[in-house]
């Protein structure tokens, strides 16, 4: 029992210092680290769209097909590696935005 009454003391101390310890806060960057920066334009997705863009012409529905092809050439996205067998594609789309990079003079 003399123990078990030091133990807790010693507990009880412990404790008392954790819960009198300052707590550390973090603060949360407001700046945007996409600034100046440009969007590749994803080659997987710009596939998918000029496909869309074909069917909307062979539709004869020429002002989606127009907003699609500017999509799928303009509008940058993120590339996701959603599978395994996408890795290895990885390099190729890398080679391809530093490629662009060279040729705008603007960071991808």
């Known amino acids: 029992m003399k123990h078990f009454h030091s133990l807790l003391a010693a507990v009880s101390a412990v ?3 954790v819960s009198a310890s300052p707590v550390q806060t973090t603060s949360i960057s407001t700046s ?4 100046n920066l440009n969007f590749f334009v994803s080659p997987v997705y710009r596939e998918e769209v000029l496909k ?3 069917t909307f012409v062979k539709q004869g529905k020429w ?3 127009s907003r699609a092809t500017y999509v799928a ?3 940058g996205t993120f590339l996701w590696v959603s599978d395994t067998a996408s890795v290895p594609d990885v390099g190729d789309w890398l080679k391809e935005a530093t490629l662009v990079e060279k040729l705008t003079g603007k960071k991808q």
Do not use: G, I, M
């Open 73 to 75: 050439t303009k509008v």
């Open 52 to 54: 869309a863009s074909l």
């Open 63 to 65: 002002e989606l097909a």
């Open 32 to 35: 945007n680290p996409f600034k």
């Open 15 to 17: 404790c008392t210092l």
